[in-house]
């Protein structure tokens, strides 16, 4: 059966190419323990990762991808990752909450995206994820099925600016 994306195959890519050289990260600009990549993994797509780290180990990575439009609005969808060793730490939410502000901060000061909606589909199991969403996204998740796998989720939603 196939199962829902896991972040972490996103993580554990990205720890190696940063460790390779391939990534070069930027500080954020309103949390300074936070650091941001943004690549283009295709044609018009741009893709924002940021994360948490401890030397040069990722300890939280939050990637937000493009979605589909919401009320006319353009929507990221969130997914995130924390290794087994820095979970039960705050980890997931607070890189949530500090990416989610930086897409704001960011966003606004172009001008180019003065409001957003930000999404996290979330596996009905999933009750770390889950509980990160909720603190972070919406408490008022939606059912839904995920597109592609197939089963049974949640989708939190919030709208930014």
């Known amino acids: 059966m196939t199962s829902m994306t896991d972040p972490t195959d996103a993580l554990v890519s990205f720890q190696q190419a940063y460790l390779d050289g391939e990534i070069r990260l ?6 300074p323990d936070l650091f941001v990549f943004a690549d283009k993994p ?7 990762t ?15 991808m493009p979605a589909d439009f ?3 609005l353009p929507c990221f969808q969130l997914g995130v990752a924390v290794p087994v060793k820095y979970r039960n730490k705050g980890y997931a939410k607070s890189t949530l909450t500090s990416a989610i502000a930086e897409m ?4 606004s000061r172009t001008g180019v995206i003065p409001s957003f909606y930000v ?3 979330v596996s009905v199991d999933n009750e770390p994820s889950k509980r990160a969403s909720a603190a972070t996204i919406s408490s008022s998740p ?3 099925t995920d ?11 919030r709208k930014i600016g």
């Open 70 to 72: 919401v009320d006319g």
């Open 42 to 48: 295709g044609p018009g797509l741009v893709r924002l």
């Open 142 to 144: 939606t059912a839904v």
């Open 119 to 121: 999404e996290g589909i």
């Open 104 to 107: 704001e901060n960011g966003f």
């Open 50 to 64: 940021y994360v948490r780290l401890d030397g040069k180990t990722v300890k939280a990575f939050v990637n937000a």
């Open 147 to 157: 597109k592609e796998s197939g089963l049974p989720a949640l989708q939190y939603l």
């Open 26 to 31: 930027q500080q954020a600009k309103l949390d």
